[in-house]
């Protein structure tokens, strides 16, 4: 399984894929966590935060997840995945590399934190950085972000992936979260 979280600087990506690991540990999986924080310091260390420099960060990141989960891993990737562009990249790399509907399957997860509570958040600073005029193409802010509508998570089941946006749940905590992506998602099917 790949799951595929999307969304704002601050939406709590990276702490809930960390709480789905452990669950997916728990009950004996072997899931293995991508981060775009982490691929952007080595693997695309290379590439700037325009729209086209965010696509080939997120076609990477699709590659290597594929790879990972041919090798019997669960995957937990947690990039911001702005655009439906950006999200059909990643859509055509995995329905080519990976996708076998009873073997393998993908699920895109939109975090659907508002920016107001993210801005808060603002967990690396980014927010502060582009106030402050020392970051530009920010996601939110003068560069596009959408979050997933449903004629957008019908159209990434034409690659074989299933999509869910939940609603901005502040007051869940991470583990509420993870427990809910995991339960939606395990079993033969699932639906958005």
């Not at 997933?148 to 299933?162: N, T, V």
Request: aromatic share 6%; proline share 5%; charged share 25%.
């Amino acid at each position: 399984m790949i799951y595929w979280m999307s969304g704002l600087s601050g939406a709590g990506k990276t702490v809930i894929a960390h709480a789905m690991k452990e669950k997916l540990i728990k009950i004996g999986k072997s899931p293995y966590i991508l981060d775009g924080d982490v691929l952007r310091m080595g693997l695309c260390s290379d590439l700037e935060y325009d729209i086209p420099h965010r696509k080939e960060n997120l076609r990477r990141a699709a590659e290597v997840a594929a790879i990972v989960a041919k090798a019997g891993h669960d995957v937990i990737c947690a990039f911001m995945t702005p655009t439906e562009a950006c999200r059909t990249t990643v859509a055509e790399v995995l329905s080519e590399r990976v996708i076998i509907p009873e073997a393998s399957p993908a699920v895109f997860v939109g975090i659907g934190t508002s920016l107001e509570v993210c801005m808060k958040r603002d967990a690396k600073g980014l927010y502060a950085r582009y106030k402050k005029g020392k970051l530009k193409d920010m996601p939110g802010l003068d560069a596009p972000f959408t979050h997933m509508l449903a004629i957008e998570r019908q159209h990434l089941k034409s690659y074989g992936i299933h999509a869910v946006q939940y609603r901005d749940m502040p007051d869940w905590s991470p583990e509420k979260h993870a427990e809910m992506i995991i339960s939606r998602t395990e079993g033969p099917t699932f639906d958005i």
